[in-house]
């Protein structure tokens, strides 16, 4: 059974740093594009970060670009999301989400497997 696990979210002051994972489980995804998104009450999900299958290119929001970083270490099947510069606006829950192809897109409906979300909260 595949499986998405995130950790790392927690309480940070603007301007502080976090570092995501995602732990995959089930299956290799050294293949498979796996992507951030964010999501608060009531709202959509939002895309933030992709990496496409192997490290060979990645996407990124406007809104976090030049603050959020993600990589990926395909030997321990996980992908990490390094946000730097936090401002109260990126006060959301966290996805991992992994897609059944190599590059990454920005479309939540592009990805099949996703974790249980991780609550980021930063304050002013």
């Known amino acids: 059974q595949v499986q998405l696990v995130e950790s790392g979210g927690g309480l940070v002051h603007a301007g502080g740093s976090l570092r995501l994972s995602c732990a995959a489980s089930g299956r290799t995804f050294s293949n498979s594009a796996m992507a951030w998104f964010r999501q608060a009450p009531g709202k959509q999900r939002e895309f933030v970060t992709g990496?496409?299958?192997?490290?060979?290119?990645?996407i990124t929001a406007d809104s976090v670009k030049g603050r959020f970083t993600i990589s990926r270490e395909n030997a321990k099947n996980t992908v990490y999301l390094q946000m730097n510069s936090l401002k109260p606006e990126d006060t959301d829950v966290y996805y991992c989400?992994?897609?059944?192809?190599?590059?990454?897109?920005?479309?939540?409906?592009?990805?099949?497997?996703w974790g249980q979300g991780t609550q980021v909260t930063v304050s002013s």
């Open positions: 989400a992994a897609a059944p192809s190599f590059n990454a897109h920005r479309e939540a409906s592009w990805y099949n497997h």
């Open positions: 990496i496409s299958g192997s490290s060979y290119s990645t």
